[in-house]
T-cell receptor, first 112, second 113 residues
Framework: GDSVTQMEGPVTLSEEAFLTINCTYT??????LFWYVQYPGEGLQLLLK?????DKGSNKGFEATYRKETTSFHLEKGSVQVSDSAVYFC???????????FGQGTELSVKP | GAGVSQSPSNKVTEKGKDVELRCDPI?????LYWYRQSLGQGLEFLIY????????KSGLPSDRFSAERTGGSVSTLTIQRTQQEDSAVYLC???????????FGPGTRLTVT
């Protein structure tokens, strides 16, 4: 079945460091890919999305590119802030639609 | 506009009691989803609705769990004879269509004592 694998956390970075959170997927067909973020004590928020190969999703300085050849959707940010501390979830929806399939989440902690 | 809303925000119940959790989707969103988030299991899909019908209810853990949606809007998730392992945050999401991004509500934290 379809699945998403994320790099394990927690990830601890200093402010202004470069961030990469790896995400790879297994899916039949051509899924849509998403990153969601969950700030402490809050609900899940959509961070960015990409719906086809080579699409780049971006929001709030975060970027991720849909790489079909490597079945990956890695999240990157050039300079993280303390306010980026959260849990990040990679997810997919296959073309039949319906449920989001989530990775296990990666906790990011940014220190001043 | 208004986002997805869920009620109650917190629910504490005794083992064996029934509970009802409510979800109000974003207006105009035809698809509605229920997920569960717990420490050991991460984010688990439970069921989704397209309109008032449920094409996929494969994630419901047992027959103690049921859900309905009326008028293509509000949905209720019911858990009968609650068990301690049902303790989790129950999340509802909605989307404009089944292939589109889903927007989540704040969740209902259920604690079974």
């Amino acid at each position: 079945g379809d699945s998403v694998t994320q790099m394990e956390g927690p990830v601890t970075l200093s402010e202004e460091a470069f961030l990469t959170i790896n995400c790879t997927y297994t899916a039949t067909g051509y899924p849509s890919l998403f990153w969601y973020v969950q700030y402490p004590g809050e609900g899940l928020q959509l961070l960015l999305k990409a719906t086809k190969a080579d699409d780049k999703g971006s929001n709030k300085g975060f970027e991720a590119t849909y790489r079909k050849e490597t079945t990956s959707f890695h999240l990157e940010k050039g300079s993280v802030q303390v306010s980026d501390s959260a849990v990040y979830f990679c997810a997919l929806i296959n073309r039949q639609g319906g449920k989001l399939i989530f990775g296990q989440g990666t906790e990011l902690s940014v220190k001043p | 506009g208004a986002g997805v809303s869920q009620s109650p925000s917190n629910k504490v119940t005794e083992k064996g009691k029934d509970v009802e959790l409510r979800c109000d989707p974003i207006s105009g969103h035809t698809a509605l989803y229920w997920y569960r988030q717990s420490l050991g299991q991460g984010l688990e899909f439970l069921i989704y609705f397209q309109g008032n019908s449920a094409p996929d209810k494969s994630g419901l853990p047992s027959d103690r769990f049921s859900a309905e949606r009326t008028g293509g809007s509000v949905s209720t998730l019911t858990i009968q004879r609650t068990q301690q392992e049902d303790s989790a945050v129950y999340l509802c999401a909605s989307s404009i269509g089944v292939e589109h991004e889903q927007y989540f509500g704040p969740g209902t934290r259920l604690t079974v004592t």
